[in-house]
């Protein structure tokens, strides 16, 4: 009974290669939010998305996009992986914005090689 | 604006014995506050939410927390530690006003002795 899902759990990239991190959700949520996370901080909000509607974090760089082809899926694509981007990826879900609290998947584990 | 203080980075505690994580939160606005823990290399947690109702919350697995708008603190406690205890916790504020975008405390880490 999975609610929020993230594949692959470990990510190995090369410096440069691109890579593409999925999550998906069965709780038919209004939001879903991508956080980076490194070793012993706390997470760090890249984007979500409200329906449609994306909503990017001022201090989010351009080498992070994202797309939400329907309410089920998300994906965080990295254009250009640097060493300092090797971290783990969380994604959650909201009912709806506004103090709902968020459900979080496992998390993608990525190493930059 | 709003900010979230956890005013211990580490705590360590025996199994059987009572753990409190403190917690204080600066907010313009009404704000709702969560508890959320994380274990090694897994995702977040929710363990308890705080949204102006009772201001005496109880959660999963034995925690509650207690929300006190004078002192603006939201410390978390539970009577007796278990192994499985040991984790990372973080502290959340979200207001009403900022669509519900999280701040997250800096998070303590909890040990559980034998």
């Known amino acids: 009974d999975a609610m929020v899902i993230q594949n692959p759990r470990y990510q190995v990239t090369q410096f440069g290669k691109p890579v593409t991190l999925s999550c998906s959700q069965t709780?038919?949520?209004?939001?879903m939010y991508w956080y980076q996370q490194k070793s012993s901080q706390a997470p760090k909000l890249l984007f979500h998305?409200?329906?449609?509607?994306?909503?990017n974090e001022a201090d989010t760089p351009d080498n992070f996009q994202s797309r939400r082809p329907n309410t089920s899926f998300c994906f965080l694509d990295i254009r250009s992986p640097g060493l300092g981007d090797a971290a783990m990826y969380l994604c959650?879900?909201?009912?709806?914005?506004?103090?709902?609290?968020?459900?979080f998947g496992p998390g993608t584990r990525l190493t930059v090689t | 604006a709003q900010s979230v203080t956890q005013l211990d980075s580490h705590v360590s505690v025996s199994e059987g014995t009572p753990v409190l994580l403190r917690c204080n939160y600066s907010?313009?606005?009404?704000?709702?506050l969560f508890w959320y823990v994380q274990h090694p290399n897994k995702g977040l947690q929710l363990l308890l939410k705080?949204?102006?109702?009772?201001?005496l919350v109880k959660g999963i697995n034995g925690f509650e927390a207690e929300f006190k708008k004078s002192e603006t603190s939201f410390h978390l406690t539970k009577p007796s530690a278990h192994m499985s205890d040991a984790a990372e916790y973080f502290c959340?504020?979200?207001?009403?006003?900022?669509?519900?975008?999280?701040?997250f405390g800096a998070g303590t880490q909890v040990v559980v002795t034998p």
């Open positions: 705080y949204t102006s109702a009772a201001t």
């Open positions: 959340v504020v979200s207001e009403a006003d900022s669509w519900g975008k999280l701040q």
């Open positions: 998305y409200y329906d449609k509607d994306f909503n």
């Open positions: 709780l038919n949520h209004n939001v």
């Open positions: 959650a879900t909201s009912r709806d914005r506004a103090t709902y609290e968020q459900y």
């Open positions: 907010s313009s606005y009404s704000p709702s």
